[in-house]
């Protein structure tokens, strides 16, 4: 028995229709929790299960079902016989751009080995066994098939690109010059074996690790989103569906930040750069904090906890996400955003046990043209030095490069996230507060600092975003932030050549 995702659309409608009546009835009696129908198909029986265009194959019949967000689970262990696409060498058809990036670097290599690949993922780091293309190719991390998958494990199943570059799923998103990738992998899927069927309401736990800790979305907070208005015939409000899409399948964050992975990313699952996944999850928010109704913004909101319930049992198992330049912003945000909206302070991470890239690049000093809060790039092509509290004209060619990325593709990506977490009132429990007054200084229509800057311009792109919806968003709504307290403990990312890189005092001076 095969079980595609589509036919969950009989199930969805007869439940919406036997719960409207009770709806109806308990509208004057209790208060209205949302109830999904979405959250999986009647469990059942099947020997195999599909999901983006990857199907899993089994020995025998296994009680089956699905995820809030449509991922399966199998209830294990399980026999998978084999995967479809089959994983295997390169056909002879393929062809692929291995050309070098501006710094003369790429994540890429011509090795015909393995495509379709599979991986079950125990702890992180660069390796892969999903596609020999890339750099960080590992055959030994790479599942064939027949293959026991134990209980409380995540079997993540792939399927390579014949081709690239590709069209990336976010092109919409992206200027055309980037509309394009070289990403090699095309998408990405992850079935979950359990020892018993979850609960109909569950979100799928993290595709890394053993601890398949289970989350329901009857737990959600909704009364922790803002309801704020925003007039759409007056102002860019982008279509939930549209950042539904961005949300919709598994972001495999695993090889743990190195940059060479960004080659990897699935085209069809996941922006390639840290600067889109901080754009992404930020609108996002910000989409959820609007006064749509509550049924507008559920599959929206499963996708962002989702990903942020992933992003935690990365951080379980020691992830760090500070690499320079833009490569991983965007990681902090969706984890803060799963545990408050589950209530689950366990999501909030102790302070700067996990190195976050935000976190890594602000920090407080005495900047050039007299502000506080200032951006380093802590790491290039090795070690760099913070610059800003020295003129541009004492700048070195690395300094002048840290300048372009602050504007290219960190601070100006950074707005929506630091926006929805001050509406929400998350201030302090992000706990860094040089990254939100990076943001404020960024986006400050009013120079403050302009008798300051030595005959300097100020930078063009400051005062606005790459996105017309969270420039309006935060010209109607920034005053909105309700009154809460700043983040208890102020840290710099110290970058030192003779002690490492560590965490050093940092008050706002």
Not at 197 to 220: H, N
Not at 245 to 258: I, Q, T, V
Request: aromatic content about 12%.
């Amino acid at each position: 028995m095969s079980v595609e995702p589509h036919r969950r659309i009989g199930t969805r409608s007869a439940c919406r229709r036997k719960l409207c009546s009770l709806a109806i009835t308990l509208l004057l009696v209790v208060p209205i929790a949302m109830v999904s129908c979405r959250a999986r198909t009647t469990e059942q029986l099947a020997d195999e299960v599909s999901q983006y265009g990857i199907t899993w194959k089994f020995d025998r019949e296994y009680q089956v079902g699905q995820f809030v967000n449509g991922d399966w689970w199998v209830v294990g262990p399980v026999k998978v016989v084999s995967v479809t696409p089959e994983p295997g060498p390169a056909p002879p058809d393929e062809v692929i751009d291995l050309s070098v990036n501006q710094w003369d670097d790429t994540g890429l290599q011509d090795n015909p080995e393995l495509r379709n690949g599979s991986m079950v993922v125990m702890e992180l780091g660069p390796s892969q066994g999903y596609d020999s293309r890339g750099t960080t190719y590992d055959p030994e991390t790479s599942i064939t098939f027949p293959y026991e998958l134990e209980v409380d494990r995540s079997l993540i199943s792939s399927i390579s690109e014949v081709s690239a570059p590709n069209t990336a799923m976010y092109a919409d998103m992206m200027w055309s010059a980037e509309k394009q990738t070289p990403n090699v992998m095309k998408t990405a899927a992850v079935l979950t074996s359990l020892a018993e069927a979850p609960p109909a309401d569950a979100f799928r736990p993290t595709y890394v690790g053993a601890e398949k800790e289970i989350f329901r979305a009857s737990d959600l907070r909704w009364d922790l989103l803002q309801n704020l208005p925003i007039d759409a015939a007056k102002y860019p409000v982008p279509p939930f569906s549209e950042y539904e899409r961005y949300l919709e399948r598994p972001w495999l964050d695993h090889m743990n930040g190195a940059w060479e992975g960004q080659y990897l990313f699935p085209v069809e699952n996941q922006p390639a750069y840290g600067r889109e996944i901080a754009r992404i999850v930020g609108a996002a928010s910000l989409l959820l904090n609007t006064e749509a109704p509550q049924e507008q913004k559920q599959r929206l909101l499963y996708g962002l906890v989702q990903y942020g319930i992933d992003l935690q049992g990365m951080i379980r198992l020691g992830a760090v996400y500070n690499e320079g330049g833009g490569i991983t912003s965007g990681r902090k945000w969706p984890v803060l955003f799963a545990g408050l909206m589950l209530g689950e302070p366990s999501f909030i991470p102790e302070p700067r046990t996990t190195v976050f890239h935000e976190d890594a690049q602000t920090y407080y000093g005495q900047g050039w043209y007299g502000q506080h809060a200032l951006w380093q790039m802590v790491w290039h092509h090795g070690p760099r030095q913070p610059y800003q509290e020295k003129p541009p004209s004492e700048w070195d060619e690395w300094d002048q490069t840290s300048e372009d990325y602050r504007i290219c593709c960190t601070v100006r990506a950074w707005v929506a996230q630091g926006l929805a977490a001050m509406l929400m009132s998350a201030k302090a429990q992000w706990n860094h507060d040089a990254f939100f007054d990076n943001i404020d200084d960024w986006m400050r229509k009013t120079d403050i600092y302009a008798d300051k800057r030595q005959g300097y311009v100020r930078p063009s792109e400051e005062t606005t975003t790459f996105d017309p919806f969270v420039d309006a968003f935060w010209d109607l709504h920034r005053n909105s932030v309700p009154a809460q307290p700043d983040g208890p403990t102020n840290l710099k990312w110290d970058v030192n050549e003779d002690d490492g890189m560590k965490w050093v005092s940092n008050p706002d001076t």
